[in-house]
């Protein structure tokens, strides 16, 4: 592993010196394992400690397919997928890769009794598998987390319809979160080069999602001057989806819960900015009864905001807690664009404030291969900045976690893989210097 990083440190090995290097037989990675996945039962949600379940564990380097790549990963991040997966809810990660595992002969590698998770990271190309011609041994990249097979006619317009999608390191082996991951060529982007290891590897999973959600016409397709909600505007999606409507002409009304977190939404250049702690929101009186006193005030507040507008789109993830109120404070032909369900997955809302007023509600989820492109591409540009609030070794990851799970933390929280401390891997300090406030506008707060 030594001979890899030092490779890589120098800028100066060629692709034939990475394609000649001997690979290691194993490599350390975060994992849960199979015979724990009862660990938690019994307990509430946020009584499940990702410390107690994450494990770094000396894993062996998976046989390279056909279409795929071996990656060295200098950085990683969390993403909640990550938590979901070490809480083992709503399903534990262990059924999506027995399913895969009974595809192919190829797929089986993936049905193992631990789970190497995570699904961003930036870094370099070791192997290359049969048929790729795209990416090479050197390449410095980035990894979107969409795994698809394209056997199926059904996901030819778009990928994300394929019917064996699946979401690596969450519904796949062999995650980012690790030394060494197993990608396909087609989850392969260049890395900005403008960014260290650890800001490459962030905005990744959640910039892509928030990209197709609300800007593409597969999901809500934004256009200037709409008011967006933005519900978590400081957190991993929303931070993107934030930067994303600013870029856009659009109007964000970013709903966080404590007054750093406003000022974050400020710093990025939104005006109009609620905190819901402070103004105390309570939509539902109790377990089975929602408020609608609560959403005409939400509602009422928005107006305020907003010069007496309605929200054209509102971008939800909350789920069942906020998706009442979302769909009641959304304008006359309006869109409710869902990817998500923190909260709960069991939504309720008031039907006839949806049909009467024909509003929509857009279900939507990762991004095709171009959607990632585009997202990336706009990173690489200086359009759109990673939001990379703290960094934590490999070895804390089980920290990481529980900070993302206890909503502890701001935007992206960074993992360092062989990366031996933050800041390297920049190729570009003019156009970083360029952008360097944004770049760290959510650090240390
Ligand atoms: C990028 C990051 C993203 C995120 O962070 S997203 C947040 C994290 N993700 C989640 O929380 C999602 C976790 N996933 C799940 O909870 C489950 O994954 C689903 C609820 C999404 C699906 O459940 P399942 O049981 O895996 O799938 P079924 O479709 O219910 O399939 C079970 C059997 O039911 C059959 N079936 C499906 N649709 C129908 C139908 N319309 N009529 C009759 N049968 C149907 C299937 O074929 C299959 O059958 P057979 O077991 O024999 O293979
Ligand atoms: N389908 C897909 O492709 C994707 C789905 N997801 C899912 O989206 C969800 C959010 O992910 P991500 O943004 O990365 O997570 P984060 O935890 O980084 O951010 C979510 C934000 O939502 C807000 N929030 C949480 N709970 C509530 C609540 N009950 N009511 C109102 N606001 C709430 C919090 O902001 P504050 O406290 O400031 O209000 C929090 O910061 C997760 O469930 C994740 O699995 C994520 C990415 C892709």
Same mark, same amino acid.
């Given at each position: 592993?030594?001979?890899?990083?030092?490779?890589?440190?120098?800028?100066?090995?060629?692709?034939?010196?990475?394609?000649?290097?001997?690979?290691?037989?194993?490599?350390?990675?975060?994992?849960?394992?199979?015979?724990?996945?009862?660990?938690?039962?019994?307990?509430?949600?946020?009584?499940?400690?990702?410390?107690?379940?994450?494990?770094?564990?000396?894993?062996?380097?998976?046989?390279?397919?056909?279409?795929?790549?071996?990656?060295?990963?200098?950085?990683?991040?969390?993403?909640?997928?990550?938590?979901?997966?070490?809480?083992?809810?709503?399903?534990?990660?262990?059924?999506?890769?027995?399913?895969?595992?009974?595809?192919?002969?190829?797929?089986?590698?993936?049905?193992?009794?631990?789970?190497?998770?995570?699904?961003?990271?930036?870094?370099?190309?070791?192997?290359?598998?049969?048929?790729?011609?795209?990416?090479?041994?050197?390449?410095?990249?980035?990894?979107?987390?969409?795994?698809?097979?394209?056997?199926?006619?059904?996901?030819?317009?778009?990928?994300?319809?394929?019917?064996?999608?699946?979401?690596?390191?969450?519904?796949?082996?062999?995650?980012?979160?690790?030394?060494?991951?197993?990608?396909?060529?087609?989850?392969?982007?260049?890395?900005?080069?403008?960014?260290?290891?650890?800001?490459?590897?962030?905005?990744?999973?959640?910039?892509?999602?928030?990209?197709?959600?609300?800007?593409?016409?597969?999901?809500?397709?934004? &256009?200037? !001057?709409?008011? $967006?909600?933005?519900?978590?505007? +400081? =957190?991993?999606?929303?931070? @993107?989806?934030?930067?994303?409507?600013?870029?856009?002409?659009?109007?964000?009304?970013?709903?966080?819960?404590?007054?750093?977190?406003?000022?974050?939404?400020?710093?990025?250049?939104?005006?109009?900015?609620?905190?819901?702690?402070?103004?105390?929101?309570?939509?539902?009186?109790?377990?089975?009864?929602?408020?609608?006193?609560?959403?005409?005030?939400?509602?009422?507040?928005?107006?305020?905001?907003?010069?007496?507008?309605?929200?054209?789109?509102?971008?939800?993830?909350?789920?069942?807690?906020?998706?009442?109120?979302?769909?009641?404070?959304?304008? &006359?032909? !309006?869109?409710? $664009?869902?990817?998500?369900?923190? +909260? =709960?997955?069991?939504?309720? @809302?008031?039907?006839?404030?949806?049909?009467?007023?024909?509003?929509?509600?857009?279900?939507?989820?990762?991004?095709?291969?171009?959607?990632?492109?585009?997202?990336?591409?706009?990173?690489?540009?200086?359009?759109?900045?990673?939001?990379?609030?703290?960094?934590?070794?490999?070895?804390?990851?089980?920290?990481?976690?529980?900070?993302?799970?206890?909503?502890?933390?701001?935007?992206?929280?960074?993992?360092?893989?062989?990366?031996?401390?933050?800041?390297?891997?920049?190729?570009?300090?003019?156009?970083?210097?360029?952008?360097?406030?944004?770049?760290?506008?959510?650090?240390?707060?």
């Amino acid at each position: 592993m030594k001979e890899i990083l030092d490779a890589i440190q120098s800028q100066t090995a060629t692709s034939a010196d990475f394609a000649a290097m001997k690979l290691p037989d194993s490599y350390r990675a975060i994992t849960v394992h199979k015979d724990e996945q009862e660990m938690f039962a019994g307990l509430e949600s946020r009584d499940k400690d990702p410390r107690k379940s994450l494990h770094l564990d000396d894993v062996p380097v998976p046989e390279l397919g056909p279409g795929e790549a071996l990656v060295a990963v200098m950085a990683s991040s969390v993403n909640y997928n990550s938590v979901w997966t070490s809480i083992f809810e709503p399903v534990s990660t262990f059924g999506f890769l027995e399913r895969y595992g009974r595809l192919s002969e190829l797929s089986k590698r993936h049905d193992l009794p631990y789970h190497i998770i995570g699904s961003d990271l930036a870094g370099v190309v070791l192997r290359t598998g049969p048929g790729v011609n795209a990416w090479n041994a050197g390449d410095e990249v980035v990894a979107h987390c969409l795994s698809v097979e394209l056997e199926s006619s059904d996901g030819h317009n778009d990928t994300m319809l394929d019917p064996e999608q699946r979401i690596w390191g969450f519904e796949t082996n062999f995650g980012g979160l690790a030394e060494i991951a197993l990608v396909k060529s087609n989850q392969l982007m260049p890395k900005p080069d403008h960014l260290s290891w650890e800001e490459a590897a962030s905005p990744g999973l959640v910039n892509s999602t928030a990209y197709r959600q609300l800007v593409s016409q597969n999901g809500a397709g934004m &256009k200037q !001057g709409d008011n $967006v909600l933005i519900w978590g505007a +400081s =957190g991993g999606l929303g931070s @993107y989806a934030t930067q994303f409507a600013l870029a856009g002409g659009a109007n964000p009304i970013c709903v966080v819960s404590s007054p750093e977190k406003a000022d974050i939404c400020r710093a990025m250049g939104a005006e109009a900015v609620i905190d819901r702690n402070a103004e105390g929101y309570k939509f539902w009186k109790n377990e089975h009864e929602q408020d609608p006193r609560e959403w005409k005030r939400f509602g009422k507040r928005i107006r305020e905001l907003t010069g007496g507008e309605d929200v054209d789109i509102v971008f939800e993830h909350p789920g069942r807690e906020t998706f009442g109120a979302s769909v009641y404070v959304t304008r &006359k032909g !309006g869109t409710i $664009v869902t990817c998500a369900s923190t +909260s =709960g997955y069991n939504h309720e @809302y008031d039907n006839r404030y949806l049909w009467m007023s024909l509003k929509r509600i857009v279900g939507s989820h990762f991004a095709n291969y171009r959607e990632a492109w585009e997202a990336n591409r706009l990173i690489a540009k200086g359009k759109i900045h990673p939001t990379l609030s703290k960094v934590y070794s490999l070895e804390e990851t089980g920290q990481a976690a529980y900070d993302v799970h206890r909503n502890l933390h701001q935007g992206k929280v960074g993992v360092l893989a062989l990366a031996p401390e933050e800041g390297l891997g920049v190729r570009d300090q003019e156009k970083r210097a360029q952008h360097i406030d944004a770049i760290n506008r959510f650090r240390n707060v």
